[in-house]
């Protein structure tokens, strides 16, 4: 049981990966709820960045749906515990740019914790 729910829950991580990053290309501003101020999201050379990032978030959303398709549970499990190092580096960089507690712990630190939760539900499971 909590396998199943495990598995549907990195489903739809994986997909809101595959979302966030397709939501940069068409709308660049919502980049400033990332948490980092001052977002420059009218220039060009931030929007170059901002696409590297949106790449970044697409093949990750997508290693996930693979991994769930393609593999065993276990393996979807130690693929969401090595992801778990993407939102905490995202709360680290917008704690390091002085930007909110509350998007850095609340919005990447709880994606942490709950892509944590799910790989080790999947891997006890």
Sequence with gaps: ??????????????VAMIVIGARAFWAPQA????????TPTEDRAF?????????RDIGSGVFIVIVLVAATPQ??????LAATGIPVGDALIV???NGPKAIAYGIHGATAVVVLAIGVLLLIG
């Design 1 to 14: 049981m909590l396998t199943n729910v495990a598995t549907v829950l990195a489903g739809l991580i994986g």
């Design 31 to 38: 980049a400033v709820g990332f948490g980092i101020p001052d």
């Design 47 to 55: 929007r170059a960045w901002l696409s590297v990032k949106a790449v």
């Design 75 to 80: 393996v979807l499990g130690w693929l969401m």
């Design 95 to 97: 704690l390091r740019s």
